[in-house]
């Protein structure tokens, strides 16, 4: 063991909070992973004292709470694998540790290396889900000076990333000193997420929730799901990701009113062609590129800015082939992309998809395609791998913006990448226009996608 832990702490609300309700939980919430998604900030500050920065954030944690009291509950299974929130107030944990290692030995923070995992809270989801608290967080102090690792474990049910990284935001403001204004605090009401709530008028087919395409010749995707996947850290400075956004728009006509492709489209695009070369596939090859899509301002009303939970919508191409995707011009792969985001960003598609959701008999089927091999207990699920490929975002995201009083992180990065073939853009912590992308993919392929990713650049 690298890390030590040298204290734990249960922390609740400091002030009362409603008790002996079941909290409502939307579709778009019940079909998440039922785990806890992680995630690290590395603070390099040789001014902090621990023990008083533990002392502040419990203070803040509990004070936090109040707004947030959701995150001190605990989830219930009911019929049908659905969730359901009781909000008994039982409480988040906070622990301090130390570690045997200094922040430079830790290399470049792969969420692969089982050192890193020492780094977040660790949960045992053989306990009964009622007995795993929602929000977890370690503070870890490195060996040999006082830089620090903040690891977050939260209940992927009970928020996205954007939720996260609001709760986190206001966390560090109120530990650092500062008071949130009324603006800040959340929007609690998942029942504009109910498909009772926005009834759908149209329905859609919604291949997002189906089977993705498989290997030719393959009847099933056992083999990929045996395949080790491979972490890697790749950096665009601001001209090489501007040169790649001019190469998906040198065909790409604004006459139309259309705006030029974004970042996340061409670089996307990029991913999606490296990828398929990559992996050698047959030009015949289906493949597919799925993603999330923001749906908070896709409704009418919109919903505030601060909503908590979960916004998020899964989309996917229509199915293309491996051929067209690495011989066709950059923007051909932008705009299967731009179209799978404006698809599920419509209102209708959001409705429809909501009530596909509703009339779920079980969810537990819509939600193993969001798991991996030997997750909480399944052995098979459906993987989402080669031929296809998982694309997300971070580009809007302030994340190099939490404070807690140490100023802006050295790094931010995820706690862990799942076995598929990912890619995740996020800006750098330099602040120059610069990205990098957080790249899991199949470890027999992956020196050829790197060698691909950058030849062709």
């Not at 079980?362 to 080669?386: A, C, L, Q, W």
């Not at 800006?427 to 990098?436: H, N, T, W």
């Not at 470890?443 to 990713?453: H, R, V």
Request: glycine share 6%; proline share 6%.
């Amino acid at each position: 063991m690298v890390v030590t832990i040298k204290a734990s702490y249960v922390v609740t609300p400091k002030e009362e909070t409603p008790k002996g309700q079941f909290f409502c939980l939307s579709e778009v919430d019940q079909i998440c992973r039922p785990d806890h998604t992680p995630s690290i900030y590395i603070y390099n500050n040789n001014n902090v004292n621990v023990n008083v920065l533990v002392q502040r954030m419990r203070d803040s944690l509990s004070q936090i709470l109040v707004h947030y009291y959701p995150l001190c509950g605990r989830l219930n299974l009911i019929e049908g694998g659905r969730l359901k929130l009781d909000c008994n107030a039982k409480g988040a944990m906070l622990f301090e540790a130390e570690s045997t290692k200094t922040m430079d030995e830790y290399g470049d923070f792969s969420p692969n290396d089982d050192a890193i995992k020492e780094l977040i809270p660790n949960l045992d989801y053989s306990q009964p889900i009622e007995d795993l608290p929602l929000f977890l967080a370690q503070v870890t102090k490195f060996h040999g000076g006082n830089a620090v690792a903040i690891g977050i474990a939260m209940s992927h049910p009970m928020c996205d990333g954007i939720s996260a990284l609001q709760f986190v935001y206001s966390w560090a403001k109120l530990t650092r000193g500062d008071s949130l204004h009324p603006t800040e605090l959340p929007f609690l009401d998942r029942t504009v997420f109910t498909a009772s709530r926005l009834p759908a008028s149209r329905r859609f087919d919604h291949p997002e929730f189906k089977i993705p395409p498989l290997i030719l010749g393959r009847t099933d995707d056992v083999e990929e799901r045996k395949k080790k996947t491979k972490f890697a850290l790749l950096k665009l400075t601001a001209e090489q990701m501007q040169k790649l956004k001019q190469k998906a728009n040198i065909d790409h006509s604004c006459e139309s009113g259309q705006r030029p492709y974004s970042r996340f489209e061409a670089i996307g695009a990029y991913i999606w062609r490296c990828a398929c070369k990559a992996h050698g596939l047959d030009k015949a090859q289906p493949t597919r590129a799925r993603t999330m899509v923001n749906i908070r301002n896709k409704v009418n009303p919109p919903l505030p800015k601060n909503y908590f939970g979960n916004g998020l919508a899964r989309t996917v191409t229509e199915i293309c082939y491996a051929g067209e995707i690495t011989s066709k011009l950059l923007s051909y792969g932008a705009q299967r992309i731009r179209e799978a985001v404006e698809m599920s960003g419509n209102e209708e598609y959001i409705r429809s998809q909501l009530e596909f959701l509703a009339q779920q008999e079980t969810m537990d089927v819509i939600r193993n395609k969001y798991m991996v091999k030997g997750e909480h207990g399944k052995p098979d699920v459906s993987f989402y791998g080669n031929p296809n490929i998982m694309l997300g975002s971070w580009l809007s995201m302030p994340m190099y913006e939490v404070d807690f009083g140490l100023g802006k992180p050295y790094y931010f990065g995820p706690g862990a990448v799942y076995p598929l073939d990912y890619g995740i853009m996020a800006p750098s912590r330099d602040g120059d226009g610069s990205i990098v992308i957080f790249m899991n993919f199949q470890m027999a392929d992956m020196e050829n996608f790197i060698n691909i990713f950058w030849d062709n650049l």
